[in-house]
């Protein structure tokens, strides 16, 4: 699971939860992947993104190069963050591990790097 | 395995999967197939979408967000696919990376867990459902039998869909959907239509007793 895919998950599904996002990360075995580098790509979803959950889930991860705060528009042509960014959303594999919802402490499985999101019955 | 012959873009390779793996997903047949020409037949639409974020419900194999991923190789997008069976998902992450694509999947019911955050940013939609007409009672499983098993008019878990596309799809976002005659299309773009969705047929094959249908939906342009 790439902390890209991470962004757009949340447990609200869970009976009684509000917005359960972003799902805390329990990293069991991460890896790093090399993915060719494509900076339209990154700007293209730089809008998409919840940042501070990216920041978050990239620190969980261990992810030592570290993201700014905030990224503004003026720093979009800036190579070497954007190289940053391109590590933290797309290098960074979960293979193993869980995700946490913040809400109600539920823990959902990462194996094989995908994450299972399903409830049982009386969680809906 | 394609039906066209003039195949632009080559069909995944699925030499990884054995018949063991059969036992657990649904083995890629004429519907998977007949997606796969409608999206070739699309290639120029699709490409100058230039989309963003894919997304395939109910994957299966993951042939299928795997050849979309591939008619758009040169323009990167994230391809996300789910599945109810876990056992699938695992699956279509393999068949992506056989082919060189990144998939990247979450084992869900349809899309929950997504669709908050996928709001109105899905720019492809693909959705091959279980268009079988069933007992109401064979549907819910979490292993093969929900890749078929579609209830009452094979509708049940198409319908339950269907009222989740227009938050997903974006502005332009296409939505294409496999059906058969059984599942009255007619009836199904009538319902679109109200909730501000045109459909169009891709494309339509007969695969035994099956008559099938690629259909294609896009918001109402004013």
Redo the contacts between chains.
């Keep these: 699971m790439k902390l890209l895919t991470h962004n757009f998950l949340t447990s609200n599904i869970i009976k009684g939860v509000k917005n359960g996002y972003p799902l805390s990360i329990l990293p069991g075995k991460v890896e790093m992947k090399e993915v060719d580098f494509n900076p339209e790509f990154i700007t293209r979803m730089l809008p998409k993104i919840e940042w501070s959950a990216l920041q978050k889930a990239a620190k969980e991860c261990g992810f030592e190069e570290g993201l700014p705060d905030t990224v503004g528009e003026e720093q979009l042509g800036d190579t070497d963050l954007l190289k940053r960014v391109h590590k933290a959303l797309l290098e960074i594999e979960v293979v193993e591990g869980k995700l946490v919802c913040p809400e109600s402490g539920r823990e959902f499985p990462i194996n094989n790097g995908i994450p299972n999101m399903l409830l049982n019955e009386d969680e809906v | 395995m394609s039906l066209t012959s003039l195949s632009h873009f080559p069909t995944p390779k699925i030499s990884h999967l054995s018949t063991d793996d059969f036992k657990f997903i649904y083995e890629p047949a004429e519907d998977s197939f007949l997606l796969l020409d409608a999206l070739e037949k699309d290639c120029v639409r699709i490409e100058k979408l230039r989309p ?2 894919c997304l395939e419900v109910g994957c299966g194999s993951g042939i299928c967000i795997t050849f979309l991923a591939t008619i758009l190789k040169s323009w ?3 391809y ?1 696919c789910t599945d ?1 069976n ?1 056992k699938a ?2 699956i279509a ?1 393999q068949t992506g990376r056989e082919n060189g694509i ?1 998939i ?6 349809l899309v ?3 669709d ?3 709001k109105g ?1 899905v720019d492809i939609l693909l959705f091959n459902p279980p268009y079988v007409v069933t007992p109401e009672s064979e549907v819910g499983s ?1 292993g093969i039998e929900a890749a078929w098993a579609g209830g009452e008019r094979g509708r049940q878990v198409i319908d339950r869909f269907l009222t989740k596309v227009s938050d997903l799809l974006s502005e332009e976002g296409l939505f294409y959907m496999v059906v058969i005659n059984e599942n009255i299309p007619e009836e199904i773009e009538q319902m679109m239509k109200k909730e501000g969705f045109d459909m169009e047929t891709v494309l339509t094959r007969r695969s035994g007793p099956e008559l099938l249908s690629i259909l294609r939906f896009h918001r109402t342009q004013a």
């Excluded at chain 2, 990247?104 to 019911?109: A, C, N, S």
């Design positions: 963003c974020i990167p997008s994230l996300l109810i876990h998902t695992e992450q990144n990247q999947p979450v084992t869900t019911d929950e867990s997504l908050v955050r996928l940013q979490k």
